[in-house]
Every structure is written in C-alpha cells, then in structure tokens.
C-alpha cells in the first residue's frame, strides 16, 4: 500500500521554526519527485517547495523563499520541510506529494500520491 505520512506541525510563535516529515512506504521512494502543498482555510491548496529526485534541484513558491527549505533521505523514504522565520499567514494543512518521474512539478494535477497532511498553526 502506497502511502505518505506527514509529521511535525503544530502551533508556533511568528518568528519561529517547525521541520515537517514526510515518510513514504510502498513505493520506490527515489524514483518520485516529492513535493509539499499547504492549504490555508477558505483557500485552494498551494505549491510550497519541490525537490528532484536525487535532491539536485529545488524550487520554491516566492512567499518562502530564503525561509523554508527542502530536503530528502532517500535511505530513510523521508522528504523533509524545514521552516524558518514563521509568520502568520505560514497557517496551514501542509502536504506532502509524489510525482512519478521527473521534472519540477508545482501544479496539484502533476502528483500522483498524497499525504492526509498536518496542521501548522503560526501565532502573531
């Protein structure tokens, strides 16, 4: 069974740090693009930060670029989101996704597995 396991949220002050895990089972972790997704309430889920297969290559959207940061283990099935300097409109659902094959994947469309997500809640 193809699954993704999301840990780490929770509630943080503006200014703070939280590192999301994103642990994968039932697939052959380094041959997917993984990607991580937030969705603030009443708004559409968006991209947040990818990451190639052999961790080569990440993009960002702009809002986190120099605060947020992606890696993988692909020893451990792991993709990591480490946050830096919170603020508050970071408050989200973040997912974690994974795309078969390659290329830098920033649309929803493009993933094939999704995570059930975890709650970070930033507090001004």
């Known amino acids: 069974q193809v699954q993704l396991v999301e840990s780490g949220g929770g509630l943080v002050q503006a200014g703070g740090s939280l590192r999301l895990s994103c642990a994968a089972s039932g697939l052959t972790f380094g041959t997917y693009v993984m990607g991580w997704f937030r969705q603030a309430p009443g708004k559409e889920r968006e991209f947040v930060a990818v990451?190639?297969?052999?961790?080569?290559?990440?993009d960002y959207t702009d809002s986190v670029k120099g605060r947020f940061t992606i890696s993988r283990d692909n020893a451990k099935n792991t993709v990591y989101l480490q946050m830096n300097s919170l603020k508050s409109e970071d408050t989200a659902v973040y997912y974690c996704a994974a795309k078969r094959g390659y290329g830098s994947a920033t649309r929803i469309s493009e993933y094939d597995v999704w995570g059930q997500g975890t709650q970070v809640t930033v507090s001004s």
């Open positions: 990451i190639s297969r052999n961790a080569y290559s990440t």
